[in-house]
């Protein structure tokens, strides 16, 4: 088979598989799929950019995701005005203090003499005064600030712009902590790169849990606005009242298709954007360049390219485009959960996109991205049916078909887990190999 | 023909071009067999295509009657054949002690006889037995690898490059040492660098130019070829 | 000026707990660092192998339990642990010949390892999940405690107790007796020795004729024993939850390389160093503080570096911190 009937077979096979959804479940349940399909190309698009084009396994995908949930809050939420009067002045002092600090251990560490003892006892004792500094003003503007109305709030809210500018935030939010992660660990053993990155995740995510006077914390931030009309909204006005009756369909199935659509149509321009942008990217020099490094470090270092400084900058673009999807995906969730991110849905399903669909192909990546979230949507009901006919000749009430039906949904892992591994065995090239590659592995 | 040999060899690494062409080496129980010739002439190519280190599209590997060629290096260890790389030559966080009981991993029987063998040969390892070989100098680590191959009471000694990084001082005292070993019934393979010495010491000596052989006669002949001095001794 | 008592605060809330955690993470470090050692690959797995073990140790007390079997004042998991183990080999040995060994046989870069791992480290939490389900389980039998609280003050007469669990004196006593064995294991057996020769320099171990398959079954046999004891002991301390060990994985990957990836010694030292530090850092020092200093200085906070929700973030800023200043762990880890 070609590589261009590829193509055409697996995006044709995926529209089919959205159109019997779409006609025998219903079309807003297809396109709620397909919106989740469109971020996840996104999210895959980035971590391609990591993996397939310069071979560095990022095991924190979910913190960037959550960076971009944070823009989300941070831009469109709407500020409260007495938290800020509360505790808004000891958070910044209090900021302004860390980065004080961290100014003053950087000073130090340049203008001494590195190895002295004298050295290590001064950036100690920097470290340790702000330490204490920052916590004195941080405790009580935080508690002053938890303390406003929090069943509602509790938190300083967000600056009340439109949730759009949030992707863009969410980027750049994303981009920043994979500088800082990438300085350290970028140009060390792949395997501490990896670890390095899960430990961000699992600490961005922490603390996304537990400020609660910066996120709510587990108490969510519900109702962010939308980019695109409300159901409600829809359904009341006569214009699109009319479209309906043409088509025929019922104005409150209408309104929720509508709405979908248009979140649709959004997410398609951010994808066809970031899609164009990639593929520019792996086909000038530079991803040429990339590709060379990936295949060959040795002999790329030995040339003179400067790998770490290539791997940083892939780093960080590719973490920028999760983070732009992750801040779409809490566009239109509507509201930031802190508990949903979860490694497994976060990290690990991104991971097998990426592997399922091509490493090192954009267009791989987006029918990765489709296929993959199609079958995690659907891997409940199938483990769900699968369950109910193994077990079919027990009894009702006999205690294995029980525990084999409630841990259907744990099936989920278990085939995530397997596709991975099978795919990475038998079928390392995925769905959409990387095209003119020159060696391999 | 030789105890062992390589005959008509032509291979190369992996799916790569060929480096050898026809080439053949051999050697007999008790002598010093030498590879010299430029750099890049595969020398050390040649060594590893005798210890099935490479994939030979022609040619064939005999020791004492035995075909051998579609061994791998380990049954060839097995067959009584050592050899000593030329870098990365010993376990450097073990003993000097450990490192050549490993040699004689495969073996059942005492091993103290040629742990005493070893000790007498080189005795600054007696001296350094309980210090990590990757503490020792680097002659000393030579003397520890060609100590580990012995270990398994080889038929066949193979060595690439002994001499590779060492003093003039501790090159003699280690071509010394080789004589000696050579004399207990062994048969010693080599690749040399330092064609004029290595020759000198050598019953047999090979000169191969891009893996192919070139001269081959004994090693005073070699050393007195007017042709051979002019190209490959410099004079 | 409470000396004696601040002491007693401090031993109860930081030297127990911290001992008997830095137990469990130098049982865990040293299976990554021996993973690490012989196929060369950081085992992102690691964490649900010892989920796992400690899964079918459970599987085990219970069906001791339901026999009847118990070892009083002893929990009867550690009567599981055995043929846990047993079970443990048996499955990394499967894993190990249908995931790994085909990429050893095409000597696949360490990241494709990782990514492998990775893939299993998910299938295993979905076998865990699937079998024993996602709740969490009470492991802790037999007698609660070698000394309690109350028993201590009565005993010394202070306002301070000092309790020791069982589970605590346990994981101590099983953490000496395993890395006891291991280290005889590597030193003084011939297997051992070839474990360590592999680890130094693969290419010579082959030539010195020591075959790679059967150090790699013992190698995966060791973590099967250190992971499931590991896991089991951190159950029987806190309760088994299925999704914890994801957690775990961090600081255990933090002890393994601030010691030096594939030094044991380096894991057991790291284990510590990450275990007080987490102890230390999210205590709350004011009842220490209480006694040292005088009534006026009482702090009005908990004196908390950090809250316990981010204990995690100590073993990974340590990690960074060794990471910068010298990436090869305490004890300039490479080989067993």
Redo the contacts between chains.
Sequence with gaps: MTYQSRVYLSFGSMAALLLIVGFFQSWSVAFAILNLCLISSVMVLGVNMQWGYA?L?N?GVMGFAAMGGVAAVLVSAPPVQEAWQAGGAGIVLSFAIAIATAVAVGVVHWKMKSGDLAKFAVITAIIVIG?VLYRMNL?PAVEAIEAVEPAKTGFLGGLGLPILFSWAVGGLLAAGVAWIIGK??LG?????F???T???S??IV??L??EDWLTRGVKNVNGLPRPVPYEIDVQQSPFYQGIADQLGVSIVEFSSIYVKLCYSALFLVVLLVIFYLSEKALKAPWGRMMRAIRDNEVSANAMGKHVTGRHLQVFILGSAVIGIAGAMLTTIDGQFTPASYQ??RFT?LV?VMV?VGGSGNNLGSVIGGFVIWFFWIEAEPIGLWMMDLITSGMAPENALRLHLI??AS?????????I??LV??FSAKGILPEQDRQSH? | MSYLIGQNMTGGYGRGADILHDCTVGVEKGEIAVIVGPNGAGKSTAMKAVFGMLNLREGSVVIDGEDITGLSPQARVRKGMAFVPQTENVFPSMTVEDNLRMGAFVREDDITDSMEQVFGLFPILEEKRLQPAGELSGGQRQQVAVGRALMTQPKVLMLDEPTAGVSPIVMDELFDRIIEVARTGIAILMVEQNAKQALNIADKGYVLVQGRNRFTDTGAALLADPEVRKAFLGG | MDLLNALVALANYILVPGIAYGSQLALGALGVTVVYGILR??N?AHGETMSAGAMFAILFMWLFQSLGITIAPLPTIVLGLIPAILCMIVYLLITDRF?YR?YRE?K?????F???S??????????I??II??DEQRVSDGARFVMKAREFKQLTGLNEGLAIKTSQLITVLAAVAIVVALFWFLEKTKSGKSMRAYSDNENLALLSGINPDRVVMIAWTLTAILATVAGALYGLDKGYKPFTY??L??PV??SA?VGGLGSPIGAIVGGFVIAFSEVTITYAFKKVIKYLAPDAWAPE?LVQ?L?T??K??V??VI??VV??VM?TGIFKGKSL
């Design positions: 071979g396994f095991a330490f405790d350290i660990a060390l053993r792949s395997d501490y990896a670890i390095a899960l430990g961000i699992e600490i922490a603390i849990k537990n490694p497994l690990f991971w592997i409630e841990s744990h099936m989920r892992l278990i085939m995530m887990g397997a991975l591994l990475l065995r592995r | 690959f950081s992102f995931v085909y095409q696949a870069k360490p990241v494709i990782l990514v492998a990775t893939g299993l480290m998910f299938l295993t939490n979905g076998i999940r699937f389900g996602p994801l957690q994985l961090l990957f933090a390389i906070g570096l809250s929700d981010y995690f973030a073993s990974f990690l960074v990471l910068i990436p």
